[in-house]
């Protein structure tokens, strides 16, 4: 079984910076594949960033290619997500979501999920 917990999120200028811990608990971390997704008001929950139990990590949105970085620490359980370059249309609920090994596309793959971390862009 695994649990995830998601901080790191608040209120940033465009042009920012945030980094996203998922700190993992329950099984070794190296098991798993963690993704982000994102969700903002009105908007369908998008998958943002994934790496798996090997790694290096694939980005999926566009938007975020070039500016968003995810990374794993299997000895601390945690994975980041590191944001760069901030713009306002990154304002979301951020989550992270764990499943075996293998990263995916499709939200409905993961089985353990964050709470969820609120990300504010604007100035």
């Known amino acids: 079984q695994l649990q995830l917990v998601e901080s790191g999120g608040g209120l940033v200028q465009p042009g920012g910076s945030l980094r996203l811990p998922c700190a993992a608990s329950?099984?070794?971390?190296?098991?798993?594949?963690i993704g982000w997704f994102r969700q903002a008001p009105g908007k369908e929950r998008e998958a943002v960033s994934c790496?798996?139990?090997?790694?290096?990590?694939?980005n999926y949105a566009d938007s975020i290619k070039g500016r968003f970085t995810i990374s794993r620490d299997n000895a601390k359980k945690t994975v980041y997500l590191q944001m760069n370059s901030l713009k306002p249309e990154d304002t979301a609920t951020y989550y992270c979501?764990?499943?075996?090994?293998?990263?995916?596309?499709?939200?409905?793959?993961?089985?353990?999920w964050g709470q969820g971390t609120q990300v504010t862009v604007s100035s």
């Open positions: 979501a764990g499943q075996n090994y293998h990263c995916s596309y499709y939200a409905a793959d993961f089985g353990s």
């Open positions: 329950g099984l070794t971390l190296g098991y798993y594949a």
């Open positions: 790496i798996s139990f090997s790694g290096p990590g694939t």
